[in-house]
């Protein structure tokens, strides 16, 4: 097989960073958001739940179908329509109509994770060396970049809808430089209408979902919780996200040359490890600096586990990749997307700083996993 050109490998790139601005343009705004709505935790936690049923309902979808179409349908519709509804996120005036603006945009937001994957795993397979750390790292490069831009709209006064215009346009002309480069990928004729994972890959998409739990904790409550100890102001608090957001993009590009040092079992081991210390740092911080280290540290533990499951996910002989990898998706996506509207239902009951403190508990699991998620092949 042929190595894939460098334009199939810019693609994927592109379609990675589209998804990841377009996500963290959202972090900003969420506070924003509450005020506007005059909402509390509770009810912020029903909004978020929107975004996420809105995002898996259509992961289920589009696994099937990116199986048997391809995964550049996937990608560019689903990207186009981010970038389309980005905008209302800003001025729904009204609960019910931002809960339609989240349900849609995390459709959206579904359709593009599940083909842009799919596409990494396929890029990844041909060129025969590891890519998808760094496939990775341009999500995180468009996290950090959607959430600087939104916060220094917002700190010079901006209209908030005015920055998320400009985002919605360079998104569609980044799709625009992405399309004609997009590869072909395997497609099956018949495939479920669900797709359900089996064997080893139940495993791996628990902690991807775990995992990117983080990330939607860091996106829609890391901004709260630093505004809510007091330890920087409302305008100013998306802040500690684009930290956690550089700290992952270091990670990732560097992730392939650190996995073929270390391999996949102790990269997931250490990373595990620098996530727990990295949460005690944020949370028992007295000041927004060490918090905002603590912040530092969680992006660089998790930087690679998610890379590595997606890795082992195409390994694995239980199920065919590309569904093995669609259920890995979908799975895991519903902990950044489903899984922060469960923190805002724990914090209106026991505050946010608690509910941290029970999902540093829950990220145990990421170590304890790693020798069992790393064996790659394994038919059970």
Known sequence: MQNPTSGARLATRLAFLVSGFGLACWAPLVPLAKQRLAIGDGSLGLLLLCLGLGSVGAMQLAGPLTSKLGARPAILVGGIGQAILLPFLAFAPTVPTMAIALLLFGAFLGVIEVGMNVHAVEVEKQAGTPLMSGFHGLFSVGGFDGSALLTAVLSMKISPVAGVVTASVLMIATLALAAPRL????????????VVPRGIVVLLAALAAITFLTEGAMLDWGALLLSGKGLLPVTQAGLGYSVFAVAMTAGRLTGDAIVGRLGDRRTMLWGGLLLLLGYGVMLL?????????????????????????????????????????????????????????????????????AAFWLLTALLCLVPLCAKAATASGRAS
């Open 183 to 194: 590869i072909a990928t395997p497609r099956t004729e018949e495939t479920p209408l669900i």
């Open 285 to 353: 911080a007295p000041v927004a600096a060490v918090a905002l280290f603590g912040m530092l540290l969680i992006g660089l533990g998790a930087s690679n586990v998610v890379p590595i499951l997606f890795r082992q996910a195409g390994k694995q002989t239980v199920m065919p990749a590309g569904l093995a990898i669609a259920a890995v998706t979908t799975i895991g996506y519903a902990g950044i997307l489903a899984g922060p509207a469960a923190i805002g239902f724990v914090a209106q009951g026991i505050g946010l700083p």
